[in-house]
């Protein structure tokens, strides 16, 4: 990735360009950008779906946001959020409360939304259930810790660090876990009176799923958020339970659906249930840099880049 000088951009009639103050980093930018993807954009490219920052210039048939509103970017049109200046179809932007910095509001887009359609879209939970977050000290998992936790589920989160699982205590998981323990998933048995949890939020299916499908309650569900390769599963273990197993991608979100998502996770950040964590802000033109972090084990949260 090279930083380079391109010309300013205009708005189309339903366009919005933001002067962007930080953009997110997901895992996914990284998948991308290998070619890796399903995802292959035409090159040069800039990456990135997530930002916040400052509406610059508005088209002519753009009425759900003005010049100078505060917004977190929600996708992109045609340039990534890795840059100065990004542009939006005017339902790509949403209000970023005062009370959420810049490197917060670059947090919420994947993060957020994708935790609240893994949840609630796919996996249908309910308040008084209980949700292993599997990897909740990342950019996901605290979104998913902090939603579940508002929405009245009792909320079990795992991380690889002690750091990260003092961020997963602290962000609103009654329980929590570390997945490098030899006898962890013992504990969501215990944990659980022996029943086992009713909803399991995945961030690494392939090295997971075999043994989530083990300690889930009658009725459970698995939502596949994440994986990385194949994994092998005993069938058995869904038939003994009626449990299910659903995947989940961002990309197959339909406009009415991510209308909904936001309204909630914009509902969220005002009434402060929703604090997106940032470990780390990065220089722009160190995107490097962070592609590589963002792949290291030791989650806390998102890094963010700073124009
Ligand atoms: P992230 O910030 O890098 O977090 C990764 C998480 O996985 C951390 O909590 C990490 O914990 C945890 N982890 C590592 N080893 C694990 C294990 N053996 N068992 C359980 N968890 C483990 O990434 P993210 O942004 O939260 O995304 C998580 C995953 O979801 C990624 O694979 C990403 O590509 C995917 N994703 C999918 C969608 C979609 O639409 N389906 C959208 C966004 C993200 P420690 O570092 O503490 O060990």
Request: proline letters at 6%; a neutral charge.
């Amino acid at each position: 990735m090279n930083l380079e000088e391109v010309p300013d951009l205009r708005p189309g009639p339903d366009e919005v360009v933001v002067r962007v103050k930080a953009a997110g980093v997901n895992p996914v930018d990284t998948y991308i950008r290998t070619g890796g993807y399903a995802v292959k954009p035409s090159l040069p490219y800039t990456p990135g779906a997530d930002g916040a920052g400052i509406v610059a210039a508005v088209g002519s048939g753009v009425s759900r946001v003005s010049e100078g509103a505060r917004v977190y970017v929600a996708g992109t049109v045609t340039t990534g959020t890795y840059a100065e200046q990004v542009l939006c179809k005017d339902w790509q932007v949403h209000p970023l409360p005062e009370r959420v910095s810049f490197a917060q509001g670059a947090a919420v887009n994947v993060p957020y939304a994708t935790a609240y359609r893994a949840l609630f879209n796919r996996a249908r939970a309910q308040p008084g259930e209980t949700l292993l977050v599997h990897g909740a000290s990342g950019g996901v998992g605290v979104a998913c810790v902090q939603i579940a936790h508002a929405a009245g589920l009792t909320v079990i989160g795992t991380a690889g660090t002690a750091r990260g699982l003092d961020l997963v205590a602290k962000e609103g998981a009654h329980h929590t876990l570390n997945h490098r323990a030899p006898d962890y998933l013992e504990q969501v048995r215990s944990l659980t009176g022996g029943r086992g949890v009713d909803l399991i939020a995945e961030m690494l299916a392939n090295v997971n799923l075999g043994k989530d499908l083990t300690v889930l309650a009658p009725g459970g569900r698995v939502v596949v958020i994440g994986s990385r390769g194949t994994v092998e599963i005993n069938p058995r273990d869904t038939m003994a339970r009626d449990a299910v197993i659903v995947g989940m991608t961002l990309l197959n979100a339909t406009p009415a659906e991510l209308a909904g998502i936001h309204a909630a996770l914009v509902a969220g950040l005002e009434n402060g249930t929703l604090r997106p964590v940032v470990r780390q802000e990065i220089p722009l033109a160190e995107a490097a840099r962070a592609h590589q972090l963002v792949m290291e084990p030791g989650a806390y949260g998102k890094i963010v880049l700073v124009p």
